[in-house]
């Protein structure tokens, strides 16, 4: 080295990545297939481009477009209300020179459960009396005005919290928990939709019609469900130890079962031909004055719906599907994330639902993760009903990202490190050098961060 000294350095060295950016949108909300009350605002997200002015956002209510209406936004996000009906929508990105191309699109549903033939709604979020956790009365939101009530305190359900969305239930011990309606009559053919959870099994009655064995839901001691109206009719299934969506339609020998959309009908056997004439009971037989602890059921019931007829396919299919969006969302992981700043690990974790197992792309099987690296990173879980879902979300990281390397450089040369990052948005401490500027000038041998 011609008589010069050789000094050896370590530095953290900031490995500069190109600046990445957003080239092309793509949705994140409303999810596909998401099935909605028309009465609640339709929320709208999607993802930004680079260098956009402002988006524009088409609704139809067919997949080509025709006839369709066009909003200018100027975020990422609105909220919109709209007639009940199937609907489609795509985004494209405004730049001053033009329009951007249309993103895919996805379909929604908005439903007016009130515009059919509903003969008693109860939901878990509405006409609720709770009192030190306990329900006194569950109030129909049908418009037939039916009221379930217990004033019995040591008869009353429970109010609990599930994995259902973060949505509650009701909750029935077993021993001696009802709730009874003596308004509710209801003659065959009916249509059926509950959202419930079993927490015995064999032998439990869930519900039933006045008088007894109207309109009895139970299982039987094999543990398949059934269903009674003066004849027994089985499902072609064990009944489940998680919670369920139940859709049943009430006709004689032309009775069908579905169980979380899987048909479980049996046949043409029949349910019987008895009608609910005096009033119905939630979590046992249809009596008001029965404590044999045999007759209760210890079940989870979160949202109830009976129509006093058979509904066509359409509406049966979308009631299943906004009961399924209420309490088991796809699951969904928000926008993507574009990081300009800061050290931190970026949390991914799906924005709503809970669920009954995740699978990330990096194999954690947790319900959320951590990254500072950028990459495409995706999720796939099953919820409480059983279905699987999945979606991906893109991480874009900017921030230098530090690295410990060595250098070496002779006496009396000078090795000049500039962190390129902004001195008016970070603050500076070099360990080794009494310098707070955003680079430093190294010239001796030692040790620097």
Not at 234 to 240: A, C, K, L, W
Request: aromatic share 14%; charged share 10%.
């Amino acid at each position: 080295m011609n008589g010069n000294k050789l000094y050896h350095l370590l530095f953290i060295l900031f490995v500069i990545f190109s600046f990445n950016t957003l080239e092309a949108q793509s949705l994140v909300l409303p999810n596909e297939n998401q099935t909605q009350l028309a009465s609640d605002s339709v929320e709208f997200e999607w993802n930004s481009c680079t260098n956009t002015i402002g988006f524009e956002l088409e609704i139809a209510d067919n997949q080509n477009f025709t006839s369709s209406t066009l909003y200018a936004i100027q975020h990422t996000d609105t909220s919109l209300s709209l007639s009940p009906a199937k609907y489609y929508w795509r985004v494209r990105c405004v730049f001053t020179s033009g329009t951007g191309a249309w993103s895919s699109a996805r379909q929604f549903t908005l439903v007016d459960f009130l515009q059919h033939n509903l003969a008693l709604w109860l939901a878990n979020d509405t006409g609720l009396t709770v009192n030190n956790g306990l329900v006194s009365s569950w109030n129909d939101i049908s418009g037939n005005n039916h009221q379930f009530i217990q004033a019995d305190t040591n008869r009353q359900p429970n109010i609990e919290n599930t994995t259902l969305n973060g949505q509650s239930t009701l909750l029935f011990d077993g021993a001696n928990d009802q709730l009874v309606c003596t308004s509710l009559t209801v003659d065959q053919p009916y249509t059926l939709f509950f959202v419930f959870k079993t927490l015995e099994s064999p032998n439990s009655y869930f519900f039933d019609g006045i008088p007894i064995n109207s309109a009895r839901f139970s299982t039987n001691s094999s543990g398949r469900y059934n269903f009674l109206a003066g004849s027994f009719y089985n499902s072609t299934g064990n009944g489940e130890d998680d919670f369920n969506i139940m859709g049943l339609q009430i006709d004689g020998s032309n009775t069908l079962l579905f169980e979380d959309f899987q048909n479980k009908s049996n046949g043409s056997a029949s349910v019987g031909t008895k009608n609910i004439e005096n009033g119905f009971v939630l979590g046992s037989l249809g009596s008001t004055t029965t404590t044999a602890a045999i007759n209760f059921a210890n079940v989870m019931f979160s949202e109830f719906l009976i129509y006093d007829s058979i509904i066509d396919s359409t509406l049966f299919a979308n009631t299943g599907a906004y009961l399924k969006s209420k309490y088991a969302p796809t699951v969904n992981l928000g926008a993507d994330v574009l990081v300009n700043y800061g050290f931190c690990e970026t949390i991914l974790s799906p924005t709503e639902g809970a669920y009954a197992s995740y699978n990330w792309s990096t194999g954690d099987t947790t319900a959320s993760i951590s990254t500072n690296q950028s990459g495409t990173y995706w999720l796939q879980t099953i919820d409480a009903f059983g279905f699987t879902s999945s979606d991906t979300i893109e991480v874009i990281n900017n921030v230098n990202t530090p690295a410990f390397v060595y250098s070496s450089i002779c006496l009396g040369e000078q090795l000049v490190y500039d962190s390129e990052l902004s001195q008016s948005a970070y603050t500076f401490n070099w360990f080794g050098l009494a310098n707070t500027d955003s680079f430093a000038a190294i010239s001796q041998g030692g040790l620097y961060a």
